[in-house]
């Protein structure tokens, strides 16, 4: 697509959005895409925690955050009387069957400082001369109460607990655990636990079906042996059930799911109503005042499919502590915001509309009797404070979100909330912009890698603000040129020359700087949250030069200015010199395999130059934008 048909694209969405915007509320229509990734992020929040979705549904599974770990946040939707479960999976994460101390008044145990004899973890074995105490055991003065002081090397521990065992069928068992440092449990004289080093932290296994049934009915025995390898010692274990308090509430029908640029929709069909429901990402906006921002919402809206008023509520279920092993829920009210905090994530409801109760770790969000009061939407806002910035050649970083000293995550929640209708109508734009800019490159882009793309992108990476108050865009490994060369086609596609400098930027600063002296460009220049030095042991010198040169060539090219380049001039002319000297050799050494007799020629054939191939096309690659920024210089 030429840059005057984008031109036209922003001018005819610009004059939609002019007709929508008296009223907040009026939504775009923008044409549905039918891709079905295997899995994309919904909100982009931060590396560390952003929001996944597996397959098309909401309801087979849990969301996920980073690494995989579950989302355990649920929704069911109650409509005259009847639960219908929209998202989650088909039960909750646990209750208690022998709790913890610290979820308890606590529970007590026999004890032993020395190693007993052998079956010391069975049902049988003789312990009238161990001690008995009150959980937790450990040393005074913890994060964590403890009611038997231990200051020894090691622990043995004995706890008996008294189960119904019909009331164990079709469930998972777990064992749940804190220590300080090293603990294996057992269940009736069968390992269950070996935990590595750990502190402050609450472990979780579920017990194999293979130990589940061999527990009795009535009394079973908890063993554990913890070892302190020095300092604080801590232990405290329990026993848990799978919690499956909605087990009555049906599985609401889904009916679609349309994946666009900066959002996610779903509608499913609960009896005799529609249930809208959004991801939406407003950080990914080209809106300064949001770009980057770690808070997303999900808004839904009702909609009676028989042309009656129903009675309607909502709930969200979330667990805080299954996300965060231990988690101490706070929740304020601030200019009518519900803002509940447990860890570093936050989320935010509007007071009026939503109660909120605090259950066994989780909070519970409902909405209640929605038509009645003529309400048919609301809003859930999520977000996310990493508590890490990045050390930028000795110095502190701020987020690009906190550049107004007076930021912080509360006022930015309250920001989006108090606009979230007119920031979705935002979103509805841009996503209806880049599909018609799709639709006239069709054939070029497939819209299934880049519409998660977008999302997929800023879930990865951090945007802060540099010394000279310029923007940084980095990912865990901060300045990795592969990646960034990896993800300029779809910059390029979505016209985020800023986040395209600001890819490049930690590359030209380190070298700029004086903290790199080679030829050629740095791999990288450190792992998150630390940026001084070069973390890969191999140079890669020839790609990083021609990829840095190719990246160059195409911002020149698409600012329409050869500012950047001009800027930048010295290293690139230093690359671009050390390219040309690298293809002369390369060109040297394929004479001098030329004159070798047929059998290194052919052996020289299979070993050698499948190799040095790929590396001689991006070394002419990369000299080829050399010689073209070099003609642009001179046309300037």
Same mark, same amino acid.
Not at 385 to 398: A, D, K, S, T
């Given at each position: ?168 069928? =079709?469930?998972?068992?777990?064992? %749940?655990? $804190?220590? #300080?440092? @090293? &603990?294996?449990?057992?269940?009736? !004289? *069968? ?7 750990? =502190?402050?932290?609450?472990?979780? %296994?579920? $017990?194999? #079906?293979? @130990? &589940?049934?061999?527990?009795?009915? !009535? *009394? ?7 070892? =302190? ?18 087990? *009555? ?73 299954w996300m965060f092993d231990r988690v101490k ?244 002319y230093q690359w671009g010199n050390y390219l ?36 001689e096309v991006k070394a002419i690659l990369g ?14």
């Amino acid at each position: 697509m030429t840059y005057y048909n984008g031109k036209l694209l922003m001018i005819f969405v610009y004059i939609i959005g002019l007709l929508t915007a008296c009223d907040s509320s009026e939504r775009i229509e923008v044409l549905r895409n039918d891709i079905h990734p295997s899995r994309h992020i919904l909100v982009p929040l931060a590396p560390t925690f952003s929001v996944e979705v597996a397959g098309d549904t909401l309801y087979h599974q849990y969301l996920h955050v980073f690494k995989g770990k579950d989302f355990p946040l649920m929704g069911l939707l109650y409509v005259d009387g009847k639960g219908y479960r929209f998202m989650g999976g088909d039960s909750l994460r646990i209750r208690a069957l022998a709790p913890l101390a610290g979820d308890s008044c606590g529970w007590k145990g026999k004890y032993f400082f020395l190693r007993p004899e052998e079956g010391w973890n069975k049902m049988g074995y003789d312990d009238s001369k161990w001690q008995e105490g009150s959980a937790a055991f450990g040393t005074e003065g913890l994060w964590y109460a403890t009611n038997t002081i231990w200051s020894a090397e090691n622990i043995y521990l004995r706890r008996h607990v008294t189960l119904n065992k019909e009331a164990l069928d =079709n469930h998972k068992l777990y064992i %749940r655990f $804190l220590c #300080d440092d @090293i &603990v294996t449990i057992f269940c009736n !004289g *069968d390992e269950v636990v070996h935990s590595n080093y750990t =502190n402050r932290s609450v472990g979780c %296994r579920q $017990l194999p #079906d293979t @130990i &589940v049934d061999k527990i009795k009915e !009535g *009394d079973n025995l908890l063993a554990a042996h913890c070892y =302190n390898i020095s300092s604080n010692a801590l232990l405290d274990y329990g026993l848990y059930i799978e919690n499956k308090e909605y087990i *009555d509430v049906d599985t609401a029908f889904f009916k679609s799911v349309d994946i666009q640029a900066t959002q996610t929709h779903y509608s499913f069909q609960c009896g005799d109503v529609e249930l809208q429901l959004s991801f939406v990402a407003p950080s990914l906006l080209q809106d300064q005042e949001y770009m980057g921002c770690p808070v997303g919402f999900l808004s839904y809206r009702i909609v009676s499919t028989d042309g009656q008023q129903h009675d309607v509520d909502i709930s969200f279920d979330m667990d805080m502590e299954w996300m965060f092993d231990r988690v101490k829920i706070k929740e304020s009210v601030e200019k009518d915001w519900r803002i509940i905090q447990g860890d570093s994530l936050y989320v935010a409801v509007k007071a009026e509309d939503v109660q909120s109760v605090c259950k066994d770790g989780r909070i519970i969000l409902t909405q209640k009797n929605m038509m009645r009061k003529g309400a048919d939407s609301g809003v859930v806002l999520l977000g996310y404070e990493e508590g890490e910035v990045l050390q930028y050649f000795g110095e502190n970083l701020p987020y690009y979100w906190q550049r107004n000293k007076n930021a912080n995550i509360k006022e930015v929640l309250r920001n989006i909330g108090d606009n979230y209708q007119t920031l979705q109508r935002k979103c509805d734009e841009t996503d209806m912009y880049y599909s018609q800019k799709l639709s006239l490159e069709k054939g070029k882009i497939k819209a299934e890698k880049m519409f998660p793309y977008y999302r997929n992108f800023l879930a990865t990476r951090r945007l802060s603000v540099a010394p000279d108050g310029e923007l940084l865009c980095y990912s865990n490994i901060v300045g990795r040129v592969r990646d960034a060369f990896d993800s300029f086609p779809y910059l390029m596609f979505y016209e985020r020359m800023d986040w395209m400098k600001g890819t490049l930027k930690p590359v030209f600063d380190f070298c700029e700087n004086g903290h790199w002296v080679k030829q050629f460009p740095p791999f990288d220049i450190g792992f998150f949250p630390i940026a001084i030095h070069q973390e890969s042991v191999n140079d890669y010198g020839i790609e990083m030069a021609a990829n840095m040169l190719m990246m160059t060539l195409a911002i020149v090219k698409t600012d329409g200015a050869f500012d950047y380049a001009e800027k930048h001039w010295r290293h690139i002319y230093q690359w671009g010199n050390y390219l040309e000297k690298m293809v002369k050799k390369q060109q040297e050494l394929m004479a001098e395999q030329r004159k070798d007799s047929v059998k290194q020629q052919e052996t020289s054939a299979v070993k050698q130059i499948p190799a040095a191939h790929k590396e001689e096309v991006k070394a002419i690659l990369g000299l080829k934008a050399y010689q073209e920024l070099i003609e642009l210089q001179k046309q300037r």
